[in-house]
T-cell receptor
Framework: NAGVTQTPKFQVLKTGQSMTLQCAQD?????MYWYRQDPGMGLRLIYY???????DKGEVPNGYNVSRLNKREFSLRLESAAPSQTSVYFC???????????FGPGTRLTVL | DAKTTQPTSMDCAEGRAANLPCNHS???????VYWYRQIHSQGPQYIIH???NNETNEMASLIITEDRKSSTLILPHATLRDTAVYYC?????????????FGGGTRLMVKP
């Protein structure tokens, strides 16, 4: 049972490049989330998926798209990266019937 | 979701109890109090949650006032590994796609 996994762990992009951050959970959770955390700040929700086949915007969705590929996987895409998107990105999932969120180890993204 | 207010930072001596306060004066009847912590550069970790009764688990105790307007997280014997940012969140009991909002939290420094 690996919990929540994220790839890659680190990434450097140039302005305008695109990339997809991958997240998977093996706990059979229905809801999954993408957060970003800027240095010295709390977490801010980008997008979430309450269940397979549904996605909704969070607090800071601009510049991102998501795909809930199946129950296990929830990916985050940056179509045209900007320096303002330099951050640490965390994926999380929620155990059904609970609000206990399980977080992945994070992806550290730098956009030059 | 109710807004929570926490001190920005606190110090605690190793081996002593760490008491982290949280104000949530606008909490509604169906909102639980959740505590998470984030150790440097890692994903947040769930600690404990409660509705109105005091709760205890292997990590911590949660004391909620009778009027539910504030709570205290207690780490009974703080260790250096408890140095982290602690987040208090008020959140409704159902998790149908609801968003957890992480504020700035309390930065706890455990000192030898």
């Amino acid at each position: 049972n690996a919990g929540v996994t994220q790839t890659p762990k680190f990434q450097v992009l140039k302005t305008g490049q695109s990339m997809t951050l991958q997240c998977a959970q093996d706990m059979n959770h229905n809801s999954m989330y993408w957060y970003r955390q800027d240095p010295g700040m709390g977490l801010r929700l980008i997008y979430y998926s309450a269940s397979e086949g549904t996605t909704d915007k969070g607090e800071v969705p601009n510049g991102y798209n998501v795909s809930r590929l199946n129950k296990r996987e929830f990916s985050l895409r940056l179509e045209s990266a900007a320096p303002s998107q330099t951050s640490v990105y965390f994926c999380a999932s929620i155990r059904t019937g609970s609000n206990e969120q399980f977080f992945g180890p994070g992806t550290r993204l730098t956009v030059l | 979701d109710a807004k929570t207010t926490q001190p920005t930072s606190m110090d605690c001596a190793e081996g002593r109890a760490a008491n982290l306060p949280c104000n949530h004066s606008t909490i509604s009847g169906n909102e639980y109090v959740y505590w998470y912590r984030q150790i440097h550069s890692q994903g947040p970790q769930y600690i404990i949650h409660g509705l109105k009764n005091n709760e205890t688990n292997e990590m911590a105790s949660l004391i909620i006032t009778e009027d539910r307007k504030s709570s205290t997280l207690i780490l009974p014997h703080a260790t250096l590994r408890d140095t982290a940012v602690y987040y208090c969140i008020a959140f409704p009991s159902n998790n149908a796609g609801n968003m957890l909002t992480f504020g700035g939290g309390t930065r706890l420094m455990v000192k030898p």
